[in-house]
């Protein structure tokens, strides 16, 4: 079966228009609009439906298309299994919607126009006008389960939050339930602070958390291909299906302001950045108080890799987003900061306990992307 399908506002909306084609090849008009998509079932697949913001893993093929057939083969994601999320922003959204709705073991022919390819996807080799022909095969999907227990209040948490947490994990028993336990915050004493999308937790608890609202409390449950895998991590046995029950308790942030413009790419994840640093206590009124901090006094400037958390937690905000050359003001309070320790040299005390602090932070470089 051959469909076609119409641009909605979105490539993952109900579509609206279908209109049957016969064959293939030859068969598909030639005058493929730049917001069209057509799927062709070859194989429908006996395994689990995949929808929308699942992650799957799939084979692709890719060709350029050209008079109504199959052109120049394109690399898109190289010969094996590639993993992807079926969700906007995470793929190309022909390929997205060209993969909603089929099964485990199935392939699709999908012939995707330019605007379904989008530019942030589009190959190297592709002209911006030109269209692709993918084959795809679904080999698996995975997704989430979450069940909210208590719905919380306030503003749900997204990528790039900063939140804290108490956690349980257990591992699921054939029957889904709860069995037996193999982590616990309560461990520690403290609750877990993680940065949203960063990585700092499986993809499968990190996707789980999305939407909560402090005070909120889930449980979420995480399949092996979102967990920790075949292989298994820090003393999680291998193939091991994870449930967590997570309170969340609070989002904690920072106040920026930009003093002076950057320039170039922001800073993300992963990247190595320098920058300057000077710091004062904040006093109530909000003003500057005693400088505590300059590292111009230093023969280096700070260095770190961004999202790692190595460096202090207010100041890993703060860096977010900025630009080679900008200048930022940012407001960072007593528990983002030196905490209820303070800062001490000797016995001298440059940060008492409980204290907010003021930085202003000059990124130096950040890489090229």
């Known amino acids: 079966m051959t469909v076609m399908r119409y641009q909605l506002p979105s490539c993952l909306a109900v579509l609206a228009l279908v209109v049957a084609l016969a064959g293939c090849g030859d068969g598909i ?42 052109g120049n083969p394109i690399d898109l994601y190289g010969d094996g299994p590639v993993a992807l999320q079926l969700a906007d922003g995470k793929a190309m959204p022909g390929l997205i919607e060209g993969l909603v709705g089929m099964r485990e073991g199935g ?111 889930r449980r979420v449950t995480v399949p092996p291909a979102l967990g920790y895998g075949a292989e298994g991590r820090d003393g999680v046995r291998p193939d091991a299906t994870l449930i967590y029950d997570v309170k969340l308790r609070r989002v904690l942030g920072v106040t920026t302001k930009t003093l002076r413009a950057g320039e170039g790419a922001p800073v993300l994840p992963g990247q190595r950045v320098s920058f300057q640093l000077t710091g004062w206590l904040r006093n109530p009124d909000g003003s500057k108080g005693e400088e505590f901090q300059n590292s111009r006094s230093l023969s280096t400037p700070y260095t770190t ?28 309070p007593a528990d983002l900061a030196f905490g209820d320790r303070g800062w001490h040299r000797g016995p001298r005390t440059l940060v008492p306990p409980d204290h907010d602090v003021i930085y202003e932070i000059e990124v130096l470089d950040t890489p090229t992307r």
């Open 29 to 70: 008009d030639r005058g493929l609009s730049r917001d069209h998509i057509v799927i062709t079932d070859l194989d429908p697949g006996t395994g689990t439906m995949a929808e929308v913001g699942d992650h799957v893993t799939v084979i692709v093929s890719g060709w350029i298309y050209a008079d109504g057939a199959r």
């Open 107 to 217: 392939r699709r022919r999908l012939i995707i126009a330019p605007e379904k390819i989008g530019r942030r996807f589009r190959p190297a080799r592709l002209l911006s006008d030109e269209s692709l022909w993918c084959e795809v095969e679904l080999v698996t999907v995975a997704r989430v389960e979450i069940e909210d227990v208590t719905a919380g209040e306030g503003e749900p948490v997204k990528d790039g939050d900063y939140v804290e947490i108490d956690y349980t994990g257990w591992y699921a028993a054939a029957d889904g339930t709860a069995a037996d336990q193999f982590a616990s915050s309560a461990e520690t004493g403290e609750p877990a602070r993680l940065l949203l999308g960063a990585g700092m937790v499986n993809e499968g608890l990190d996707r789980g958390l999305l939407g909560m609202r402090p005070g909120g409390e």
């Open 305 to 332: 890799i961004a999202g790692e958390f190595k460096i202090q937690p207010g100041i890993e905000l703060g860096l977010r987003g900025m630009r080679r050359g900008e200048l930022r003001r940012v407001d960072v």
